[in-house]
């Protein structure tokens, strides 16, 4: 079974500034994909950024960014110049590529608050 | 372009009373549609998960159940909730390798 784990409950960070949000996982599969969403005070869960593990190339969405570390397992998403919109929770989720009927594994969210 | 809804947005319900959530997805055909729960405001748990009309697959045990009776329609059910069914109810559908979520549901059982 995979295993997701955001090892930062809360961070925040001063508009205009970079942050970056940490993510390791736990699995067996060589084949899968790796998303990050944002959940905001409105609850409604939004895609932010998807990586492919057969890809080398860091995935990047306009100021979102990720730093894919296959072999330590890891997928930390970095947002530059952060905006008081961007405060809400992150989630990083897995899903493997074969035999999974797409089914995503969530870790547990970091809170995230940017200050004016 | 696809949308999915679903309803009630809130419902605050009595323990021992029955349960049914919708949720419907447009603008696409033979979604694969997902029920989630979160607790407390943190991670998602996956409670079912449905690749066609009438199949359902339960990822943990509890007191809820599922059914898809038609291809863009999937129902969360129980038929006495208890206290431990409060969370936030999200439902999620397919396109290849992302999922998309609905507004979701609040449920309040006391």
């Known amino acids: 079974a995979q295993t997701v784990t955001q090892s930062q409950p809360e961070m925040s960070v001063q508009e205009a500034e970079t942050v970056t949000l940490s993510c390791t996982y736990d699995?067996?599969?060589?084949?899968?994909?790796l998303f990050w969403y944002k959940q905001p005070p409105s609850r409604q869960m939004i895609l932010v950024i998807r990586?492919?593990?057969?890809?080398?190339q860091n995935a990047t969405e306009n100021r979102f960014s990720v730093n894919f570390q296959k072999a330590a397992k890891s997928f930390s998403l970095k947002i530059s110049d952060s905006q008081l919109g961007d405060t809400a929770m992150y989630f990083c989720?897995?899903?493997?590529?074969?035999?999974?009927?797409?089914?995503?594994?969530f870790g547990q969210g970091t809170i995230l608050t940017v200050h004016p | 372009s696809q949308t999915i809804h679903q309803w009630p947005a809130t419902l605050v319900q009595p323990v021992g009373s029955p349960l049914s959530l919708e949720c419907t997805v447009e603008?696409?055909?033979?979604?694969?549609l997902y029920w989630y729960r979160q607790a407390a405001g943190r991670g998602l748990q996956l409670l079912f998960y449905?690749?066609?009309?009438?199949?359902i697959s339960s990822e943990v045990p509890q007191n809820l159940s599922a059914s898809r009776p038609q291809d863009r329609q999937f129902i969360l059910s129980s038929k006495k909730l208890l206290l431990s069914d409060s969370g936030f109810y999200l439902c999620?559908?397919?396109?290849?390798?992302?999922?998309?979520f609905g507004p979701g549901t609040r449920l309040t059982v006391t």
């Open positions: 999620a559908w397919r396109e290849a390798y992302e999922q998309y």
């Open positions: 699995t067996s599969e060589n084949n899968y994909y």
């Open positions: 990586q492919e593990a057969y890809k080398q």
């Open positions: 989720a897995f899903m493997k590529e074969k035999a999974s009927y797409g089914k995503l594994t």
């Open positions: 603008g696409t055909s033979n979604p694969n």
């Open positions: 449905s690749v066609g009309i009438g199949q």
